[in-house]
């Protein structure tokens, strides 16, 4: 008998397609942001939102994830900016490979900001490397607070969490810093921003966010570069 | 569910990895499974027995090796092993503590056997 060390990553050919494609976000200065969650907690919504404040002329492209159906893909054109969807058929997450493909016709010299919406499952996109600059979590009130101790991997990989529907907050049985609080015991640097899509409260918020995470993105490719 | 496609790669690498090894046929292959990592371990095992199965990989065997989160102290630079979400230093308490480890999706090692040098599991015609 005879053992032969492996020492490599089982997703290794996933992860090696990662890698190529986060080094071409670099390489053309595109911030490219992972968006998870359950199904129905507002990822399109909030994808609506953001389109919908970006100015028409932002460099800006969405990759949305179903299991079937191109409904996504149809709210998000309306905002005028290149949207594709990918269907995946039955898999419960996108992987490097599928975003590679969906990328393939678009010229990444136009883009600054790459957003991928994930197919709604709290588990199984956490594995995948999509080349990502940040993951980041959606969690609507309607979910409960112990969602992330339940499912801590995806939090514990995200750098933001959003908390959506907190215009529900009134009628719902939500403890939001119960929330807050599992949120960060899995992952105590995590930021946090709470946000109704529907009447649009701390939009503001999230907006600043992805500004911010903008700017610091580019001016680490470009200390890089120098 | 993705614990099908995380067998078949498993799978896959051993199928590759074999081809270094001519006259040789593999008995058990390990797997390190971060406690963060979202896989289910029963899962993978039932899946990857579900694709073994009937295949000349039938005998093959998966251990799953599972690693805790571990955290580093950033202030005495303790590593301690992180339960029930508790990421103090057990030592200096210090809040200022990282992650170093506890989202492993790795392949370990493979065990092969020559052909002929024991017959348990072994499939003589290949």
């Known amino acids: ?226 | 569910m993705h614990e099908m496609a995380i067998a078949n790669s498993v799978l896959e690498a051993v199928r590759t990895e074999m081809g270094l090894h001519p006259g040789t046929y593999p008995c058990k292959v390990g797997v390190r499974i971060g406690e963060m990592a979202a896989i289910d371990q029963e899962a993978l095992r039932f899946c990857f027995e579900a694709i073994t199965l009937e295949t000349d990989l039938e005998s093959l065997e998966l251990e799953i090796e599972v690693c805790p989160r571990r955290h580093r102290c950033q202030v005495c630079r303790r590593d301690f092993v992180v339960r029930d979400y508790d990421s103090r230093c057990p030592q200096c308490t210090s809040l200022e503590t990282t992650c170093i480890s506890g989202d492993e999706l790795e392949l370990a090692y493979l065990e092969v056997e020559e052909y002929g040098a024991s017959t348990a599991g072994a499939k003589s015609t290949q």
């Not at chain 1, 969906?102 to 996109?125: K, M, S, T």
Request: aromatic share 6%; charged share 30%.
């Open chain 1, 1 to 226: 008998m005879e053992r032969v060390l492996l020492e490599r990553k089982v997703l290794s050919e996933n992860d090696r397609i990662a890698a190529e494609l986060r080094a071409r976000f670099q390489e053309h200065g595109i911030l490219c942001l992972n968006l998870i969650s359950s199904p129905g907690s507002g990822k399109t919504s909030l994808l609506e939102r953001s389109l919908e404040s970006l100015p028409r002329q932002d460099r800006v492209a969405v990759l949305t994830g179903d299991i079937q159906t191109e409904n996504d893909a149809n709210r998000l054109k309306r905002f005028h900016f290149p949207v594709k969807q990918i269907t995946t058929g039955g898999t419960c997450h996108l992987d490097a490979r599928m975003i590679e493909r969906h990328l393939a016709d678009w010229r990444l010299e136009d883009l600054d900001l790459l957003l991928i919406e994930n197919v709604g499952n709290l588990v199984c996109p956490a594995s995948y490397d999509l080349g990502e600059a940040a993951k980041i979590v959606v969690l609507s009130v309607t979910e409960g607070e112990d969602k992330p101790l339940k499912y801590p991997s995806i939090f514990f990989k995200s750098d933001l969490l959003i908390l959506n529907k907190i215009d529900l907050l009134p009628y719902v049985p939500f403890d939001i810093d119960a929330a807050v609080d599992n949120a960060r015991k899995v992952h105590p640097e995590m930021e946090i921003v709470k946000v109704s899509c529907l009447t649009g409260n701390g939009l503001q918020e999230w907006m600043k966010w992805l500004e911010q995470r903008r700017t610091a993105y580019k001016s680490l490719l470009q200390e890089t570069a120098s």
